[in-house]
């Protein structure tokens, strides 16, 4: 059985239901889990899943000046008993380029969990290639330990090309979950053969399928009958929520929907004041964040998902957004836009619609054809859960991670 210390941002989260379904499909493996955050929770409830991991949970210091004994105890420990020559010289070097309260936190973070850190840990792993990566790599060179990475959407697009760089060169192996990602990343080193594509996937057993009452007849023009439109995702520019509620105001009068937001976020507030500006609040439910089942109770008794995701300006995008698979595995018909490993996902027309991002016109136009055309969207739904069950299941991704911590010699 091996034993990992697998490092997060924060754990548990209601938006990376990702992670945690990966974190139980390894147990599941048999692989011994230390989950390490490095800050505590802020969601008020859990999915499931999170009940059913058994690993233990150790946060570290979120802010070095709270807990400056646990701090100063760990710092005395390694000072000890490791040669930090190294590391300090490693940590100094990146300091004269990000020279920052947060570059000193995750230092004093991981003098921490180099600590703590059970003796009989084989593998360090980080989930997010910039903070929790960073932390990792630090603590990885005091243990002198091997460490690997996943690595995702922000964390990628937005972190300087010499962190990136000098990361890819120390890790064992990196896992991503696109396609662009992975070319992107593997332009970075000389050795490209460290990156590997690593789809989530969706745990079926959780995604059950079930059978749907027909809505073939919902298409709109019945006011008592609206067609039931909903996203999930966390209210932030890169979701593309402003562009949403732009294409929704711009549908016809006599054409009746109903749209379901499923989320928190730092930009919600400023959303319903735009659906109010807009003068379309009056057919948006604002749920806030909801537990697993509540969400899946959501899609199945919706008519279309849609999600405008983009690019914004600090290059901060979405990956593969687990919502769309969860989506199609309630055999929802989805709407989104064709940017990052999406177009992985959906092939436009055949088991879903994509539209350009930043476009709320044509956005507009696409919702006006499924609103109006439910056998179509019944269709692209039946072939997107079918596609998703032969493509997307998470045992093949746990598959090729199970192959990385076991390593060529297995």
């Not at 109006?372 to 997107?384: D, F, H, I, W, Y």
């Amino acid at each position: 059985m091996k034993k990992i210390a697998l490092i997060l941002k924060g754990y548990p989260r209601l938006s990376e239901t990702f992670i945690a379904q990966e974190i139980r499909a390894l147990e599941q493996r048999g692989f011994d889990i230390t989950l390490i955050s490095l800050r505590h929770p802020t969601d008020t409830t859990t999915h499931p899943i999170h009940q059913q991991i058994k690993a233990k949970i150790i946060y570290l210091p979120e802010y070095l000046h709270l807990e400056p004994l646990r701090v100063l105890k760990g710092a005395f420990k390694v000072f000890r008993q490791y040669s930090l020559r190294k590391v300090i010289a490693q940590f100094c070097k990146d300091l004269k380029r990000d020279f920052s309260r947060n570059r000193v936190r995750r230092f004093g973070q991981s003098l921490v969990l180099a600590a703590e850190l059970a003796e009989n840990t084989q593998q360090m792993y980080a989930h997010f290639l910039h903070t929790p990566a960073a932390v990792t790599r630090y603590a990885a060179l005091i243990n002198q330990l091997p460490w690997s990475c996943s690595a995702h959407a922000k964390d990628i697009w937005t972190s300087q090309e010499w962190d990136l760089r000098e990361k890819l060169q120390e890790l064992q192996w990196l896992a991503t979950c696109t396609a662009a990602n992975l070319k992107y990343l593997q332009s970075l080193t000389t050795a490209p053969e460290k990156v590997h594509l690593v789809y989530h996937g969706l745990d079926f057993e959780r995604f059950d399928p079930i059978q749907r009452d027909s809505r073939a007849t919902i298409d709109g023009s019945d006011p008592n009958q609206p067609v039931r439109i909903i996203s999930v995702g966390r209210a932030v520019p890169k979701k593309g929520y402003d562009d949403l509620l732009e294409a929704l105001a711009q549908l016809p009068d006599n054409l009746h929907w109903r749209f379901t937001h499923i989320g928190g976020g730092a930009i919600l507030k400023t959303l319903q004041q735009q659906a109010e500006s807009l003068a379309i609040e009056q057919n948006i439910e604002w749920c806030g964040a909801l537990p697993q089942q509540e969400v899946l109770d959501e899609y199945r008794n919706s008519d279309l998902f849609v999600l405008a995701s983009k690019i914004v300006e600090d290059g901060d995008r979405d990956g593969l957004p687990n919502v769309l698979m969860e989506a199609q595995s309630q055999s929802l018909c989805c709407l989104a836009t064709d940017i990052s490993g999406i177009p992985e996902l959906i092939n436009s027309g055949e088991n879903g619609v994509l539209v350009a991002s930043n476009n709320p016109q044509q956005l507009a136009l696409a919702l006006q054809d499924l609103i109006e055309n439910p056998a179509r969207r019944e269709q692209l739904g039946k072939v997107g859960q079918e596609q998703l069950h032969r493509r997307f299941d998470v045992k093949i991704g746990i598959d090729q991670l199970q192959a990385l911590f076991d390593g060529p010699d297995a």
